[in-house]
Nanobody, 118 residues
Framework: QVQLVESGGGLVQSGGSLRLSCAAS????????MSWYRQAPGKERELVAAISSAGGSTNYAASVEGRFTISRDNAKNTVYLQMNSLKPEDTAVYYCNAGATMPFFRYWGQGTQDTVSS
């Protein structure tokens, strides 16, 4: 049974930083590209960043390129999202999933709320 548990969100001022974590279980984590998504109020969920199974390749949405960094620790079955220079428009609930361009799992965790104040 797939489980994805996101954590690390919070309230931060514009320009601040947060580090999100996603602990995964129920599948062979090291075999999957992993990704972060976010959903802002009244908007559709969007892909933010993705990282290949071994961590050698990453991709980012244009809106976060240069500010966010995705990484992973396959020994801990965990994927991270370091978010720097945060902006109010980064306010959203952040989720992790597998897949490079579309979510692989139908299951979604509870997400972690990130609120950036101006």
């Amino acid at each position: 049974q797939v489980q994805l548990v996101e954590s690390g969100g919070g309230l931060v001022q514009s320009g601040g930083s947060l580090r999100l974590s996603c602990a995964a279980s129920g599948f062979t984590f090291s075999s999957y590209t992993m990704s972060w998504y976010r959903q802002a109020p009244g908007k559709e969920r969007e892909l933010v960043a993705a990282i290949s199974s071994a961590g050698g390749s990453t991709n980012y949405a244009a809106s976060v390129e240069g500010r966010f960094t995705i990484s992973r620790d396959n020994a801990k079955n965990t994927v991270y999202l370091q978010m720097n220079s945060l902006k109010p428009e980064d306010t959203a609930v952040y989720y992790c999933n597998a897949g490079a361009t579309m979510p692989f799992f139908r299951y979604w965790g509870q997400g972690t709320q990130d609120t950036v104040s101006s």
